[in-house]
């Protein structure tokens, strides 16, 4: 501070303090003048005048405290996709969700009732399209329907629920509208690996790498040669047929051939237990989710997984169940990386990702999701219990990446 401000900064505090010394008096007897007035009254018998002066001043301080809170109240927030979480000291403002919520907190410790609830009741309100991850459905499904249902939203709401496939909605992940170019096939058919072989997220071996080529080949052939049966039904039934036919069948289409020359040469060269421990560790991992249940689920198409399509914007809850997480992961995997896919490109409708317990769900590259979907305008929201699930379940690198991508961070015990 220059010299000139600090002698201008003293005067106007002595000034201050002065004015505080002669002003106090006046206050004190303003604030006791009418007490004393009113007791008069009283003992003279003037009782009328000493309610009407007492009244006069309950009125004076009513006023007085009203003014106050009134200049206390919170402003209104300037941007209109600010998400406001209300709470008794009054409302904590979101003012870009789009940067990223990281959520941590032990079981218990509530972080569903604080954070995840209100801030799909906000997204509601602002009309956000999106997807949920609801560990333990119907958890948060049933308060998304009746966020829907109460602000008369023109959001539709749409569950997949593993547990119970016959009242569930159907849905085709693997539909060749979905499927634009090989890379999409090759991350969905990781997403799913990545969940059945949980040691192929931090390190990968030649067993993985052939089965995720082998299942991005079958994908890939279903989308370009037989598009009308292209669903993940009909991808394990190709999985589980016999080994030699299908290769033979893979070489049929330029693409899925260079994807599976590996495994059709070690066939040629008549190396029978290589080709069988590539095609036998695949079969052996899907055959926890290839079950008609399951696969019942896959067999319609009643939505689109375009959630934040501008002309048709949808919720998206998919439930999972905590007793069979392992079993339904691959499959939620699957369906949120098709919809996060779609989601993150630019002119689409306002959206947002809720994971709940995210480490119990693999989802390929969602580190950098709050990162590039910034500008698209997806809001993510990461919760998990504690670092060290969340670095299990994703490995260290990627566990870091996603706690800094998150500008909001909130934290419970």
Not at 95 to 117: Q, T, W
Not at 153 to 182: E, G, I, K, Q
Not at 206 to 224: G, P, V
Request: aromatic letters at 10%.
């Amino acid at each position: 501070m220059k010299e000139g401000q600090l002698k201008s900064s003293n005067r106007s505090g002595c000034l201050m303090y002065l004015a505080l010394i002669y002003a106090f008096p006046m206050l004190a007897a303003l604030a006791v003048l009418p007490l004393g007035v009113v007791y008069l009254c009283f003992r003279a018998g003037e009782i009328g005048n000493g309610l009407f002066v007492l009244a006069v001043e309950a009125g004076a301080v009513y006023l007085f405290i009203k003014y106050k809170r009134k200049g206390k109240k919170e402003e209104a927030p300037k941007n209109p996709n600010t998400a406001i979480l209300r709470t008794e000291a009054g409302g904590v403002q979101l003012g870009n969700p789009f940067r990223g919520v990281f959520v941590l907190g032990a079981a218990g410790s509530g972080k569903s009732e604080s954070i995840a609830v209100p801030l799909l009741s906000e997204f509601v309100r602002m009309g956000f399209a999106g997807v949920v991850y609801d560990f333990k459905f119907p958890t948060l499904a049933k308060d998304v329907q009746s966020f829907v249902n109460a602000k008369g939203s023109v959001l539709r709401h749409f569950y997949l629920d593993f547990n119970n496939p016959a009242a569930s909605y159907r849905v085709n992940p693997l539909n060749p509208r979905y499927l634009p170019n090989t890379s999409y096939a090759r991350e969905y058919a990781q997403a799913i690996i990545s969940n059945l072989m949980k040691e192929s997220i931090k390190k990968p071996d030649f067993w993985t790498r052939s089965a995720t080529d082998l299942l991005t080949a079958c994908i890939w052939y279903l989308k370009e040669e037989r598009p009308d049966i292209c669903d993940l039904p009909h991808v394990l039934a190709m999985i589980t047929s016999n080994d030699t036919a299908l290769l033979k069948t893979l070489q049929k289409n330029v693409q899925t051939a260079q994807m599976t020359v590996s495994i059709y040469n070690a066939m040629e060269r008549g190396a029978d237990s290589q080709v069988s421990g590539v095609i036998g560790t695949l079969q052996g991992a899907i055959a926890q989710i290839n079950t008609p249940e399951l696969m019942f689920l896959f067999s319609g198409d009643d939505f689109s997984l375009d959630v934040n399509d501008p002309q048709n914007p949808i919720i998206l809850t998919v439930g999972s169940y905590p007793t069979l997480t392992q079993t339904f992961a691959p499959l939620c995997s699957l369906v949120i990386t098709v919809a996060t896919k779609l989601m993150n490109q630019p002119d689409k409708h306002p959206s947002f990702v809720l994971l709940d317990e995210a480490p119990t769900v693999f989802i390929p590259n969602i580190e950098v999701l709050p990162n590039t979907g910034r500008s698209n305008k997806i809001a993510t929201v990461i919760m998990c219990q504690d670092i060290a699930q969340l670095e299990d379940g994703y490995g260290r690198e990627k566990a870091d990446v996603l706690f800094a991508s998150c500008n909001s961070h909130f934290y419970g015990r």
